[in-house]
C-alpha cells in the first residue's frame, strides 16, 4: 500500500519521532533516537512526541494511530548513564519526569485512540509510554518490565500508577518495587496487554485494533483512587498489610536498591490514597531526589559495564567467534549436567559422556528436572523445553564427539584424569574445536601442557551452579588463540551469562576475592566475633549474602583447594587461617556436607550450628563496632581485586566491577570495587588498608596499584 511521505515532525539530523499517514487514516508514529536510543527523557524526545500528538489531533486525514519502535530488540528505554550524568540538581530531574508525565497525560487523553505495538524488551520507559495508549498489542516475544529500582529510580512517567488501575496494586508492587518481569500472555492475563500476536504481523494486529477503537473511547480522565478501588484488593487493613508485606520482601531482594524500591512503594501508597495527580507528583519528586544519588549513578554505571561488556567479543585483536551448534560435556555431574543445560537453551545440540550408563541415565534425570523447574517456574513452556531436551543424547565412550564445535570437560579436580580426558578428546575432534575446562583450583595453563593443540583449550568457571550462576569466567592461557577465547565467550552469552575473561592463575578472579573475603571473615570468628554477626554485618553493607553463609555454598573443600594454592603461588601474604583445616578435619564442608557454620535441613538453611564453634576451638562473645567488621571483610576484596588488575589477571576495572557484582553479590549500588574506590578516593582506601597493615600484618599489604593512585590523586575510571 501506498503511504504519504513520512513527516519529520522536527527537523534535525537527530530524530526521535517519525509521523507517516497511511491512506486509510493510521498514522504510524516511530519512536527511534539513534544518538540515545535507551532515553525518552531527553528534551528532544519530549519535544517531538508533543508536537506528533498535536499532529494527530489537528489533522482531519488522521483517525487513529499506531505507536511502534524503530530498534528490533524492544520498545524504547528510560534514563541512562549519560543524560544521569548531565543532571546536576534534583529539582531539574523532578521536571524533567513531570514534563514527561504531562506528554504522555496529552496521550492518553487523545479522542483518537492511540495503539501501541510492541515487541521484545518492552522495559522502562517505554512500557510507561504504552501503558498511556489506548490499547497495547504484543509480539509473543515481548517481556515487560519497570526495572528503575534495579538502577537505584522509580519509573518517572507515571507507567507505575496507570498499572495500578488497569491490573491492580499487587501488579504493580511486583513490577514497580521488585523489578519483576512478565511474558506477554502473563501481562495480557493480568490486563496490561489487550493482544498478542506473532512478531510478523504485529503491526497489522495492532492497527485493527486501533480501527476497532475508532469513536468508542471512554470520557477520558486521570486514574483516580475511586477508579482502582478494585486494584486496591480491599479494604484500608487490606492495603496496610500488603505494603507491610512488601517492604519485608524488597528489603531481602536481591538485585534492587532498598530505597528505591520503598520510594516506589510510597508512590503506590499516595496513589491508593490520594489519586494520581498527588501519586505523579511524589514519583516525579521521588525521581528527581533518587537521580542524583551516589547510588543511581553507581547502578547506572554497572548496567553501562554490562552492557558494553554484551558487545565485547574478550579479545582485543579483532578475532571473531567460531560457529557452535554441537557441544560436547565430558562429565554429567551438578557441573556437567548445568553446562549442558544451559547450553541446550542456547540452541546447540549437546551430547553427553559418562563413565557408564547408570551415570548417563542419572545425568539425564538432573538435566530433565532442571527443564522441569523451568516449566513450573514460568519461565518456558512445556514445548520448549521439550524440544530442547530433544537435542540432548549420551554416550558412555566418545563416539559423537567427533563433530563437537567446542568441548566443556566438567569431570572431578583431578589433574590426571583431566588430561586424559583432553587427550581422548583431541584424538577426535577438529583442530577448530574449543576445549573448555570447568576447573576451579587447576590451572588451565597446566593442563594445556599436555595439549597437542593448547592454542584451544580455556577455562570455565562458575562460581555457582551453571543454572543459577550470572557470570561465566573464560579463562586465558598465555597461549590461548584469541579465537578459542571469543568462541568461548560467544557461547556464554547465548547460555544467558555475563562473560569476562581472565588470565589463568590461581582462583582465577571471581575465587580469589571471594577466598581472601572469606579468609578475613574467618580471622574475624578466630578473634571471638559470632558467624551471624559477621553475615548479618555485610548483608547490611549490601553482600546478597554473608561471606560465610556463602562459604558454606561455595564449599569448604573447594575453598581451602583454591587457598592453598594461592599460598602456594604468593607466600605468606595468602597464609590461609588454621580455621579452614580445622573445618576439613570435621568435615563441615558446608551444605554439601549437610554440616558447615549453618544446620541444613531438607535442602532448607537453618541457624548457624553451635557446634561450629567446638570445632574451631573459639567461644563466640567479641563484641567490634559494626564498620570494623564491614570494612576488614569489603576492603579485604577489594585491595585483592586491585592486586589482580595490577597482575594483568583482568582485562579493566570494568570487568572486575562486573565480575565482583555478579560472581560474588557484590553490593550492586556500590558498582564494584573499583567504582567503590573511586567513590570514596584511593588515599582514604589506602590509608585504612594500611591501617589494617599495621594491626595484622603482611596479609593487608595495599595494592602497588592503590598506592600508585593514591599518590597521584588518581581514579580507576575518568
Known amino acids: ?40 527523557l531527553h528534551p528532544l524526545f519530549r519535544s517531538q512526541l508533543g508536537t506528533a500528538l498535536g499532529r494527530i489531533e489537528a489533522d482531519a486525514s488522521i483517525a487513529t494511530a499506531v505507536l511502534v519502535a524503530g530498534r528490533a530488540d524492544g520498545f524504547a528505554g528510560g534514563a541512562t548513564l549519560r543524560l544521569l550524568k548531565a543532571v546536576q540538581f534534583a529539582s531539574d530531574a523532578e521536571q524533567m519526569a513531570w514534563e514527561l508525565g504531562l506528554v504522555l497525560r496529552r496521550l492518553a487523553a487523545l479522542r483518537k485512540p492511540v495503539v501501541a505495538a510492541v515487541r521484545g524488551g518492552v522495559t522502562g520507559g517505554g512500557f510507561e509510554i504504552a501503558l498511556a495508549c489506548h490499547a497495547i498489542v504484543a509480539s509473543d516475544d515481548a517481556i515487560f518490565s519497570l526495572p528503575a529500582v534495579r538502577a537505584g529510580l522509580v519509573p518517572g512517567a507515571n507507567g507505575l500508577l496507570r498499572v495500578a488501575a488497569r491490573a491492580g496494586m499487587r501488579i504493580a508492587v511486583h513490577l514497580g518495587a521488585e523489578a519483576a518481569q512478565l511474558t506477554a500472555d502473563e501481562a495480557m492475563a493480568a490486563g496490561l496487554v489487550d493482544d498478542v500476536c506473532a512478531r510478523t504481523i504485529l503491526v497489522d494486529a495492532a492497527t485493527r485494533r486501533a480501527k476497532a477503537l475508532i469513536g468508542r473511547l471512554p470520557h477520558a480522565q486521570p486514574p483516580r483512587s475511586g477508579f482502582v478501588a478494585r486494584a486496591l484488593e480491599g479494604n484500608p487493613i487490606a492495603r496496610r498489610v500488603l505494603f507491610r508485606n512488601a517492604r519485608a520482601r524488597v528489603r531481602a531482594l536481591e538485585g534492587t536498591a532498598p530505597g528505591a524500591a520503598e520510594q516506589a512503594l510510597h508512590v503506590l ?18 525521581f528527581g531526589e533518587l537521580v542524583v544519588t551516589e547510588t543511581a549513578h553507581r547502578l547506572a554505571e554497572l548496567a553501562h559495564a554490562v552492557r558494553a561488556l554484551e558487545r565485547d567479543t574478550g579479545v582485543d585483536d579483532g578475532a571473531t567467534p567460531r560457529t557452535v551448534q554441537h557441544v560436547a560435556v565430558a562429565g554429567g555431574g551438578t557441573l556437567g549436567a548445568g553446562f549442558a543445560f544451559i547450553t541446550l537453551g542456547a540452541g546447540p545440540t549437546v551430547r553427553l559422556k559418562e563413565r557408564d550408563d547408570k551415570r548417563a541415565g542419572l545425568a539425564m534425570r538432573k538435566i530433565k528436572a532442571l527443564w522441569d523447574a523451568r516449566v513450573a517456574a514460568g519461565d518456558t513452556t512445556d514445548h520448549e523445553a521439550e524440544r530442547a531436551f530433544a537435542r540432548l543424547t549420551s554416550t558412555t565412550d566418545f563416539s559423537g564427539v567427533r563433530h563437537a564445535d567446542l568441548v566443556i570437560e566438567a569431570v572431578p579436580e583431578d589433574l590426571s584424569l583431566k588430561r586424559a580426558v583432553l587427550h581422548d578428546v583431541e584424538a577426535l575432534v577438529a583442530p577448530t574445536c574449543v576445549y573448555a575446562s570447568t576447573s576451579t583450583s587447576i590451572s588451565v595453563a597446566k593442563l594445556a601442557e599436555s595439549a597437542a593443540c593448547p592454542d584451544r583449550v580455556v577455562g570455565l568457571h562458575v562460581m555457582r551452579s551453571p543454572a543459577d550462576a550470572l557470570l561465566v569466567e573464560v579463562v586465558r592461557t598465555d597461549r590461548t588463540a584469541p579465537w578459542a577465547v571469543a568462541t568461548a565467550v560467544a557461547l556464554s552469552k547465548r547460555q544467558g551469562k555475563t562473560a569476562i575473561v581472565v588470565k589463568d592463575g590461581p582462583g582465577f578472579y571471581a575465587m580469589r576475592i571471594f577466598t581472601r573475603l572469606v579468609n578475613e571473615a574467618l580471622h574475624l570468628v578466630g578473634d571471638g566475633v559470632a558467624v551471624d554477626t559477621i553475615d548479618a554485618a555485610m548483608c547490611e553493607w549490601g553482600f546478597a549474602a554473608g561471606p560465610l553463609r556463602a562459604l558454606d555454598e561455595v564449599g569448604v573443600d573447594v575453598v581451602a583447594r583454591v587457598a592453598q594454592g594461592l599460598h602456594a603461588a604468593f607466600g605468606s601474604r595468602t597464609t590461609p587461617p588454621g580455621s579452614l583445616a580445622r573445618l576439613l578435619s570435621a568435615e563441615r564442608l558446608g551444605r554439601s556436607s549437610g554440616r558447615g557454620f549453618y544446620r541444613y535441613a531438607s535442602d532448607k538453611v537453618g541457624a548457624v550450628d553451635p557446634h561450629v564453634y567446638e570445632a574451631l576451638r573459639v567461644t563466640p562473645g567479641t563484641r567490634l563496632p559494626l564498620e570494623e567488621i564491614q570494612m576488614r571483610c569489603a576492603l579485604a576484596l577489594v585491595n585483592e581485586a586491585i592486586v589482580c588488575f595490577g597482575e594483568g589477571v583482568l582485562r579493566s576495572p570494568r570487568d572486575g566491577d562486573v565480575g565482583a557484582v555478579f560472581g560474588l553479590g557484590f553490593p550492586p549500588f556500590r558498582g564494584g570495587p573499583f567504582r567503590y574506590v573511586d567513590a570514596v578516593g584511593a588515599a582514604e582506601v589506602q590509608r585504612r588498608v594500611q591501617s589494617y597493615a599495621d594491626r595484622f600484618g603482611e596479609r593487608w599489604l595495599p595494592a602497588p596499584r592503590l598506592v600508585h593512585l593514591a599518590k597521584r590523586g588518581d581514579r580507576f575510571f575518568t
Open 1 to 40: 500500500m501506498s503511504v504519504v511521505p513520512a513527516l519529520i515532525v522536527e527537523r534535525s539530523d537527530e530524530r526521535a519521532v517519525s509521523l507517516e499517514v497511511r491512506r486509510d487514516g493510521v498514522a504510524l508514529v516511530t519512536i527511534d533516537e539513534p544518538r540515545d536510543p535507551q532515553s525518552i
Open 269 to 286: 501508597e499516595t496513589f491508593s490514597t490520594s489519586g494520581f495527580d498527588s501519586a505523579s507528583r511524589a514519583e516525579a519528586k521521588a
